[in-house]
């Protein structure tokens, strides 16, 4: 397996302009989480779903900011508009449930001009 | 909701020497704590983790322990090797499904 896999690695957009962010789990894995990491605020979790249903989205900081799970093993996370202050990286986990090891993906650095 | 406090926030230690890494939460009905290690540029990758009905998990030089009463967990790492210069986080999942992660320990062993 090759783990989770995130598209794209890095990102680069001007402000106003929709991002969207992939996210593939490993096969077999049920629980997907999305977080967001900076300098100033850390490790934030955005939002995880378990067997494709959002269990706990308090993270997501703003309407501007949506994630779905089409199916089972792949999820997108969407900016938009896009702002400068989204500037992160941005990591989404795979685990087989909620309470087991989460697997994190390379990330995606996102910068917003 | 959860509030997860963790410290120290930069850690330098001496080859050989332990290093110790505590962190406290809010939430009593919270019931699993991982530890994830972060590498410069990497992704997190969880080192341990421990469950409420236990006090104390180890694996090699890599220890936590845990006090439900007063609420904090610790991370112990004895012998330390440079490869342990990381950042570490701490994390507790509250009674909600919630993931709530310390602010980070930046550890550096020294040669």
């Known amino acids: 397996d090759a783990g989770v896999i995130q598209s794209p690695r890095h990102e680069v957009t001007e402000m106003g302009q929709e991002v969207t962010l992939r996210c593939k789990l490993i096969?077999?894995?049920?629980?997907l989480f999305w977080y967001r990491q900076t300098m100033m605020r850390g490790l934030e979790l955005l939002i995880y779903?378990?067997?494709?249903?959002?269990?706990?989205d308090s993270g997501m900081p703003e309407d501007r900011f949506s994630a779905k799970m089409p199916n089972a093993s792949f999820s997108t996370l969407k900016i938009q508009p896009s702002e400068p202050r989204d500037s992160a990286v941005y990591f989404c986990a795979s685990s087989w449930g909620p309470d087991n090891e989460q697997f994190f993906g390379p990330g995606t650095r996102l910068t917003v001009l | 909701g959860e509030n997860v406090e963790q410290h120290p926030s930069t850690l330098s230690v001496q080859e050989g020497d332990s290093a110790v890494i505590k962190c406290t939460y809010s939430?009593?009905?919270?019931?699993?704590f991982p530890w994830y290690k972060q590498e410069l540029g990497k992704r997190p990758q969880l080192i341990i983790d421990?469950?409420?009905?236990?006090g104390e998990k180890k694996d090699q030089r890599i220890a936590v322990t845990l006090n439900k009463t007063a609420k904090h967990f610790s991370l112990h790492i004895t012998e330390t090797q440079p490869e342990d210069s990381a950042v570490y986080f701490c994390a507790a999942k509250g009674a909600g499904n919630q993931f709530y992660f310390g602010t980070g320990t930046s550890l550096t062993v020294i040669p």
């Open positions: 421990i469950r409420s009905n236990v």
């Open positions: 096969s077999g894995h049920n629980s």
């Open positions: 939430d009593s009905a919270s019931n699993y």
């Open positions: 779903f378990n067997n494709n249903v959002p269990i706990d």
